[in-house]
């Protein structure tokens, strides 16, 4: 618990909390005023959500969301930098020793630090939810898109639900981040191989091999994130990318409680 | 509760091939202030750093504060250390630096008036750390390892590029720290600081340990030299000869001649058996002293010897 009230200590700067904070709020006010305005009046292929989907769909109770669930598409990166940098700085600046000397139990530290920056994290969603659910609603409404069934229960459940899933994914893609960072101790090394994997690698993979969406870790957190894709389900992809976060965690955190602080 | 404050017994740190401490025994009593001297590469900050559980021991064992080193977080709540250069946030200012300190080490807040006061920053502590002189950040690193009120005080190479007027500070603010009781070791490789300070030292090369004791035996192990100068600059490279003739050793250095006085027993003696031996080569002596020994000294006969 201390350790968690440290981190948070760290993260209550106002240009931390600014810069980490409203990043993902910004990408989901952005990502509803394309959505919604992009949305069509003639449903096409493949229309029914992502960036350009149907008037029609906008007003069921998915729409309440749409613009939110669209923004999710940057979240593993955004995520898997914050916790990368989060962790990775504490080694390149030092100050893990003196952490490490004021909490020598490493478990307690890992997870204070974890749960602190997913807090901010979760916070910032809750934060993208609510703004892109307002932004949607004067925008739709000025595309004459009912509303009435985006404020029933249905509505908000699937609001909650699709918070909930994005909040999985980061949990997914910070672990991993957190996880390279511990093994590589460097930020600039674990950037390059997180980004270089995470973003060309993987797609380029499933450009030439669709099933690597069941495989790949970037691709399976994606897929929570959305709730399921056309070939993973949400089931699988869910499983898959509980067992591929704690995995990742875990390598992580054994180097990070047996390895000697040197530097 | 032991007398011993730290204790290693055949401490040893290897990676790879190469053995950076090597069967190191210590042992720092408790209430003094200890210097851990070695030059850069003997294996002080490897020592340092096991003794707080960020190096794991290759072998050996060692206690402090009375708990095994298998045993950190037993004994670290009453250790406060700077290791090698401060680290902080550059981001957050002092205080919160310290608060960082605090809330992870269960310490009262009110700690961090009380600390910043000792080292003379109030004032400051609202200031961002990345505006801090070097001097202010290490003085910032003293005040988080005073946060805790520990009972043994770590401190690696605390001077460490610091400009003369921060290393009298510093050697201040240790003398300040060390009055009120604590237990400190420090590390260094600038002997003149140590000796200052110190009332107990240990000595180490190449990861093993050379010499371990108070600072008065160190000095009174026999490292007092004789100083010549003679009249004639051109008789110095004689004068080094007519002195080895006597059985001594000797040394030119510059416009004189330096005579080790260790295991000399009856200096008096043997000052007027070179005096004449010297006038006996029609050599003229204007200068006959005796120096004290300094830690610097002492420190590279040990090592010399080693």
């Not at chain 1, 009046?41 to 350009?52: K, L, N, S, V």
């Not at chain 1, 690597?212 to 990318?241: C, H, I, M, N």
């Not at chain 2, 290759?58 to 950190?72: F, I, K, M, Y």
């Not at chain 2, 200052?196 to 371990?212: I, K, N, P």
């Amino acid at each position: 618990m201390n350790a968690f009230r440290s981190e948070l200590v760290k993260l209550g700067r106002r240009t931390t909390l600014l810069a980490a904070g409203a990043v993902l709020p910004f990408l989901a006010l952005l990502a509803t005023t394309l959505v919604v305005l992009n949305a069509t009046t003639t449903p096409t292929i493949g229309a029914g959500d992502g960036f350009e989907p149907s008037l029609a769909m906008l007003g069921t109770t998915g729409g309440l969301t749409a613009g939110f669930r669209a923004s999710t598409g940057f979240l593993g990166i955004l995520v898997f930098t914050l916790f990368l940098t989060s962790f990775s700085s504490e080694f390149s600046q030092g100050t893990l020793r003196t952490l490490l000397v004021r909490e020598p139990r490493r478990v307690r530290l890992l997870v204070g630090k974890l749960s602190a920056v997913l807090l901010l994290v979760a916070a910032s969603l809750l934060l993208a939810e609510v703004l892109s659910i307002g932004l949607s609603a004067v925008l739709a409404s000025s595309r004459d898109v009912p509303l009435s069934s985006w404020w029933t229960a249905d509505g908000l459940q699937q609001a909650g639900g699709d918070y909930l899933n994005a909040l999985l994914a980061s949990a997914f893609f910070g672990a991993t981040g957190a996880a390279v960072a511990m093994l590589t101790r460097s930020t600039v090394v674990g950037l390059a191989i997180g980004l270089a994997w995470l973003m060309p690698l993987e797609h380029i993979v499933q450009n030439a091999w669709p099933d690597a969406e069941k495989w790949f870790p970037g691709l399976l957190f994606d897929v929570v994130a959305r709730g399921g894709s056309t070939l993973v389900s949400y089931q699988y992809g869910l499983t898959a990318g509980v067992v591929g976060a704690a995995a990742l965690l875990v390598a992580g955190a054994t180097s990070f409680v047996r390895r000697d602080v040197s530097g | 509760m032991t007398d011993l404050v730290v204790e290693t017994h055949g401490l040893t740190k290897r990676y790879g091939q190469r053995t950076a401490v090597d069967g190191l025994d210590l042992t720092v009593p408790r209430g003094v202030v200890a210097g851990f001297i070695g030059a850069n590469g003997a294996g002080k900050t490897t020592t340092l750093r096991m003794l707080l559980g960020l190096v794991r021991p290759t072998s050996g064992t060692a206690t402090v504060l009375g708990h095994d080193l298998s045993e950190p977080s037993s004994y670290l709540p009453k250790v406060g250390a700077l290791i090698e250069a401060p680290s902080f946030y550059p981001g957050l200012s002092g205080e919160r630096n310290l608060r960082v300190q605090t809330t992870l080490g269960a310490i009262p807040d009110r700690r961090i008036g009380e600390v910043l006061d000792v080292v003379g920053l109030t004032g400051r502590g609202a200031d961002p750390y990345k505006s801090y002189s070097l001097g202010m950040k290490q003085r910032l690193g003293i005040a988080s390892a005073l946060l805790g009120s520990p009972e043994l005080l770590v401190l690696d190479e605390p001077t460490n590029g610091l400009d003369p007027t921060g290393i009298r500070e510093m050697r201040e603010l240790l003398r300040q720290v060390a009055d009120t009781g604590l237990t400190v070791l420090v590390s260094s490789h600038q002997l003149v600081e140590l000796e200052q300070v110190c009332d107990w030292l240990v000595m180490v090369d190449s990861g093993r340990r050379v010499f371990q004791g108070t600072t008065a035996q160190l000095l009174a192990a026999g490292s007092d030299r004789l100083v010549l100068a003679t009249e004639d600059p051109r008789d110095l490279d004689r004068l080094v000869t007519v002195v080895r003739d006597q059985g001594a050793l000797a040394e030119r250095q510059g416009r004189k001649v330096h005579v080790p006085l260790g295991g000399v027993e009856d200096v008096t003696g043997f000052l007027a058996g070179i005096n004449r031996a010297a006038m006996g080569e029609a050599i003229t002596l204007v200068e006959i002293a005796v120096a004290a020994g300094t830690l610097e000294d002492r420190y590279a006969s040990l090592v010399g010897a080693a």
